[in-house]
C-alpha cells in the first residue's frame, strides 16, 4: 500500500492566518481525500482531490476557506484559510489504490 | 443523519478474551465496508474489509461478519492484546458514492491486563 508523508503534524496558529498542510505520496494515485476530524468525532470528508481537475467538495465546505491544490499524482495539499478556533481539528489526507484507502498521520491544528 | 453507527463510545475487554465491536448502517446502497484502528496522534490504518457479496472476512485475530438483512457488520478480534487499544472505525461506501467513505463515530476499545 502507499505510504503517505503529512506535515507538519501538529501546529498551533493564531486566528485571522492560514495553514497549508502537505501530503506526500510514494507512488502515482488518482483519488485523494482530505478528512477533518473534529474533538471527539468521527472523519468528516472535506473534498476529493483528483489530478487534473478541481477538487469537489463536500456540503458546508467551500473552496475560499479550504483550497486545495493537486499539481501531480504524488502530491497535494490543504489550505484552512483565515483560521477561527472551531477550526481546531485533526486534518488527515487518504489516497485510494484499488479497494485500499491509506492515511497520512494527520495535522493537529490548534488555532488561538 | 447518521449513515453509519456505532452506538458503544467505549469498551472494555480482558487480554485474552473476545473483543466484539459492532456498526449498523441505513443505506442499502452500501457494498463495501471497512474496519480501521486509529491512535492518538497517527492516522487511520486499515484493518480488514468485507464486500457486500460476503458474510465473512477473517484475518488472523481479527474477523468481521456482515449481516445484510439487519444492516450490521461486526469486527472480533480474538485474542484481545494490550495492543488492540485504540479507538476502531467502522465504514462504509456506497456504490455510486465515487469511492467517498462514511464512517461510524468510532469506539474506544480499551484492553485490561
Known amino acids: 500500500s502507499a505510504v503517505i508523508s503529512q506535515k507538519p503534524s501538529r501546529d498551533i496558529c493564531q486566528r485571522g492566518t492560514s495553514l497549508t498542510i502537505q501530503c506526500q505520496v510514494d507512488?502515482?494515485?488518482?483519488?485523494m481525500f482530505w478528512y477533518r476530524q473534529q474533538p471527539g468525532q468521527s472523519l468528516t470528508l472535506i473534498a476529493t482531490?483528483?489530478?487534473?481537475?478541481?477538487?469537489?467538495?463536500e456540503s458546508g465546505f467551500v473552496i475560499d476557506k479550504f483550497p486545495i491544490s493537486r499539481p501531480n499524482l504524488t502530491f497535494s495539499t490543504l489550505t484552512v484559510s483565515n483560521m477561527s478556533p472551531e477550526d481546531s481539528s485533526i486534518y488527515l489526507c487518504?489516497?485510494?489504490?484499488?479497494?485500499?484507502?491509506?492515511f497520512g498521520s494527520g495535522t493537529r491544528l490548534t488555532v488561538v | 443523519d447518521q449513515q453509519v453507527k456505532q452506538n458503544s463510545p467505549s469498551l472494555s475487554v480482558q487480554e485474552g478474551r473476545i473483543s466484539i465491536l459492532n456498526c449498523d448502517y441505513t443505506?442499502?446502497?452500501?457494498?463495501?465496508f471497512l474496519w480501521y484502528k486509529k491512535y492518538p496522534a497517527e492516522g487511520p490504518t486499515f484493518l480488514i474489509s468485507?464486500?457486500?457479496i460476503k458474510d465473512k472476512n477473517e484475518d488472523g485475530r481479527f474477523t468481521v461478519f456482515l449481516n445484510k438483512s439487519a444492516k450490521h457488520l461486526s469486527l472480533h478480534i480474538v485474542p484481545s492484546q494490550p495492543g488492540d487499544s485504540a479507538v476502531y472505525f467502522c465504514?462504509?461506501?456506497?456504490?455510486?458514492?465515487?469511492?467517498?467513505?462514511?464512517w461510524g463515530a468510532g469506539t474506544k476499545l480499551i484492553i485490561k491486563p
Open positions: 482531490a483528483n489530478q487534473g481537475s478541481e477538487a469537489t467538495y
Open positions: 468485507i464486500s457486500s
Open positions: 487518504s489516497v485510494l489504490q484499488g479497494n485500499g484507502y491509506t
Open positions: 443505506n442499502s446502497m452500501f457494498d463495501y
Open positions: 465504514a462504509a461506501r456506497s456504490m455510486d458514492s465515487n469511492y467517498q467513505l462514511i
Open positions: 507512488s502515482q494515485v488518482t483519488m
